[in-house]
C-alpha cells in the first residue's frame, strides 16, 4: 500500500502533543509521590501497550494511568486515566469521542470504588457536541484549538496548517522538513505548545490536584433491615403498594450501605452485605486518602 504522507504528518503532529502531554504528567505525578504509566517498557508487562482490563474481560489500550502507589515492578492503584487525540476535521470528531468513551468508561464502571479522574487532551478541532457529550459523562477536558497548533509549530519553521486540497507532495515537503530537526529543535516545539495553553494546561492540573490530592470529609453508614418483597411484574408491585399500611412482617438484616464525601465535592456510594467487607473497604480508602496528603 502506498505511503499517505497526509497521515504520516497527522501522526507527527498528534505524537508532538504526546511528548508534550507526557512530559506535564510526569511533573505532575513525581510532585505529588504519584507513578505516571504509559506507552513502553515496563517491568510488570510484556510488551509495549499500557492496556488494562475492564470488568467484563475485555482489553482497552490506554495513552497514560497515574497510579498510587506504582512503580516498574508494581502495579498501584488507577487514580487517573487520560487520552490524548489530535483530530484536524470536526467530521471526525464525534467518533474519537466515542472511542474514548468506549475505551475509558467500562474501566471507570471497575474501579468506581476508587473515583479516579478521567480526563482527555484534545487537540485540532472538535464540535461542541462531541466536547459536551464527554463532559457529560464527566470527564475534565483539555481542549488545543487547531490554530495555537500551526502557530507552535511556526517557532520550528514548518507550515502545520493543511486541509482536504493540501496535496500529498506539500506533505512529504512538511515531513522531510521534521526529519531534518534535531532533538532541540523539537524540544523547541514541545516547549511552544505547552506555553500557547499554559493558561489551560494549569487549569486541568489543578482539577486533576483537586481530584487525586483531597481527604475525605464526612462518612454515612446505613443498616438496612426489612422483609423482601418479589414481584414477576410492575402491576402486581403497584397493587401491594396500594394496599400495603403497616406490614410487621418478619425483619432481618439485608446490607450496609455508605456514602463517603470528600473535600472536593466527590462522593461514593457503596454497598456490602457483611461488616467485614465494609471494614476492608473503608480501611482501603482510609490508606489511600493518608496517601494522597503525604
Not at 81 to 95: D, L, P
Not at 109 to 138: C, E, H, M, W
Not at 190 to 205: G, H, Q, R, V, W
Not at 285 to 292: F, P, T
Request: proline letters at 1%; a positive charge; hydrophobic letters at 35%.
Amino acid at each position: 500500500m502506498a505511503t499517505s504522507y497526509a497521515h504520516k504528518f497527522g501522526q507527527i503532529v498528534g505524537d508532538s502533543l504526546e511528548m508534550v502531554v507526557e512530559s506535564f504528567l510526569y511533573d505532575f505525578s513525581k510532585e505529588n509521590g504519584l507513578y505516571l504509566d504509559k506507552k513502553g517498557y515496563r517491568k510488570i508487562r510484556d510488551g509495549v501497550k499500557l492496556s488494562l482490563c475492564d470488568i467484563n474481560g475485555n482489553m482497552h489500550d490506554l495513552d497514560f494511568v497515574i497510579e498510587r502507589d506504582g512503580s516498574d515492578e508494581k502495579r498501584g492503584t488507577p487514580v487517573a486515566f487520560i487520552e490524548c487525540a489530535w483530530r484536524r476535521y470536526t467530521k471526525h470528531s464525534r467518533n474519537k469521542a466515542q472511542e474514548i468513551q468506549g475505551a475509558i468508561m467500562p474501566l471507570l464502571k471497575k474501579y468506581k470504588k476508587d473515583s479516579p479522574f478521567i480526563g482527555v487532551v484534545l487537540a485540532g478541532q472538535f464540535t461542541k457536541n462531541s466536547l459536551d457529550q464527554l463532559r457529560s459523562l464527566g470527564f475534565h477536558i483539555l481542549y488545543i484549538p487547531y490554530d495555537k497548533i500551526c502557530s507552535a509549530f511556526k517557532i520550528i519553521d514548518i507550515d502545520a496548517s493543511f486541509d482536504e486540497r493540501t496535496s500529498e507532495e506539500c506533505f512529504k515537503n512538511k515531513i522531510n522538513q521534521w526529519d531534518k530537526l534535531t532533538n532541540a529543535d523539537k524540544k523547541k516545539l514541545y516547549d511552544a505548545i505547552y506555553k500557547e495553553n499554559c493558561s489551560e494546561i494549569n487549569n486541568f492540573l489543578k482539577e486533576l490536584r483537586n481530584n487525586i490530592v483531597r481527604h475525605i470529609s464526612l462518612v454515612k453508614i446505613w443498616s438496612i433491615y426489612g422483609k423482601e418483597y418479589t414481584f414477576n411484574n410492575v402491576r402486581d408491585a403497584q397493587c401491594f403498594l396500594v394496599k400495603a399500611e403497616n406490614r410487621s412482617g418478619e425483619v432481618r438484616f439485608l446490607r450496609f450501605e455508605s456514602k463517603i464525601i470528600y473535600s472536593n465535592g466527590d462522593s461514593i456510594e457503596v454497598s456490602f452485605q457483611n461488616h467485614k467487607e465494609l471494614l476492608a473497604f473503608l480501611y482501603k480508602i482510609g490508606i489511600d486518602a493518608e496517601s494522597s496528603q503525604n
